[in-house]
Structure formats: C-alpha cells, structure tokens
C-alpha cells in the first residue's frame, strides 16, 4: 500500500505544481524597446481544444491573465499590444508581444486551462532599453524631417491659386487674351478700311447741278455773239 501512495505523489505533484511537462515554454527571452518579441510554448498530445493563455507575475496563483485563446478555436486573439494563436497541428501556441516597453520585463507564464489545476511553466521576459544610437538618429531624423517641411507652412498661407484657378490663368494668358487682341485688331482693320473708302471720290459720281447749269449755253448771249460777228 506504502508503494502505491509512493508511485502515485509525483502524479498528484503535476497535478497541483506549476511547470508540469504537460506544457514548455522557453526559460528566458529578451526583446528591445519598441521591437516585438514572439514567445512560442508546446504541450502534449490531447490539449488540442483546451484554452491556453498568457500570464504575468512572478507569483502562480495571483498572476494576471493577458490573452487567452478561445476554446476549441486555433483563431488568432487579440488584445492590446499582446495576441496569441494555438496550433493545433503543431501542438504549441505563440505569443507575440508589440511595442515593447522596458516596464514589460517580468516573470510570464505559458498555461493551459483545464478542470482542476491549470498547467503552467514560467518564462522570463527581459525587454533592453533601445540604444542611444537608435535614438538619437531617430530624433535627428525627425527634427531634420521638421527643418525640412516648415518652410512649406507659410507657402500654404499665401494664397496659391488651386488647380482650377491655375488652368484657367494659362488658358487666359495663351488663348483668351491672345485672341482678344486679334478680334480688336481686326475690328481696327475694318474701321479703317470703311473710312477711307468714304474719303475716295466716286468714279461714276455725277457734278453737281451748278456746274451743269454754268456750262449750258445762254441763248441771248449765243445771239449776241451771232449778231456781232455779223
């Protein structure tokens, strides 16, 4: 009877302990500040649709869930900068953390839900600062990209004509004025022919009747000539 009780105490022990081998998870991993990290954990053939999560906490029994999966659904779960997708074929789920801050450093747990006790193992996530170097191109980069667009501001400010407005001041500069000046100078043209055609005498223009009257012979002075030479 001892050796029962003896055989059975390190089953009862998986049980009831986190950091069964039901469930793996890597010992250690690091990530960069503002980089992503993917955290990827296995377990054993028969948890296929049993929710897995993703907990934080250096203490098993009062750590925080983050994500979990949804029962029996290899779907992708999202929440905040944290998402997570099992895989049933493969027999392991991953988590992928974005955006990291050096504040994410802690203590995770990969964890598989389950009547009774949850199985679990422990997973230290180390997030380094991003290097100065890094940041301070970045911020050489966007002060040069700032000294670069504001001389641009004011331009905005001063009026310019839209693209409409700019179509039509070529067409007004290259056809409409053009072809007014054209329009005038033949109106000018016309003006000038008519006037001076009005100033020309007319071929066929007959004298005017004084003229008749002063060319026609006066009888008695016709007479008289007749009568002198007489």
């Not at 050796?3 to 998870?25: D, H, M």
Request: glycine letters at 8%; hydrophobic letters at 35%; proline letters at 7%.
């Amino acid at each position: 009877m001892g050796g029962r009780i003896t055989c059975l105490l390190p089953a009862l022990f998986l049980l009831v302990i986190p950091g069964s081998s039901a469930v793996l998870g890597p010992r250690a991993v690091r990530g960069v500040e503002q980089g992503s990290l993917t955290v990827r954990c296995r377990y054993d053939p028969g948890y296929e649709p049993f929710v897995k999560w993703w907990c934080r906490g250096a203490d098993w029994s009062s750590c925080r869930f983050v994500v979990k999966t949804i029962h029996e659904s290899e779907k992708e779960v999202k929440k905040g900068r944290m998402s997570i997708k099992d895989n049933w074929k493969d027999r392991s789920f991953t988590v992928t953390m974005e955006k990291l801050r050096v504040d994410d450093s802690d203590t995770y747990w990969c964890g598989i839900e389950r009547a009774g006790a949850d199985l679990g193992d422990d997973v230290d996530v180390t997030i380094d600062p991003a290097p100065t170097e890094a940041v301070s191109i970045s911020t050489r980069a966007t002060s040069n990209a700032n000294m670069f667009t504001a001389p641009v501001a004011p331009e905005e400010n001063q009026g310019q004509l839209p693209p409409l407005g700019s179509v039509h001041f070529l067409l007004l500069v290259f056809l409409k004025v053009p072809l007014f000046l054209g329009m005038l100078g033949a109106v000018l043209w016309v003006n000038r022919t008519l006037r001076s055609s009005r100033g020309k005498p007319q071929e066929n223009q007959q004298p005017p009747c004084s003229s008749t009257l002063s060319r026609e012979k006066d009888p008695q002075t016709e007479e008289k000539g007749i009568f002198l030479r007489r």
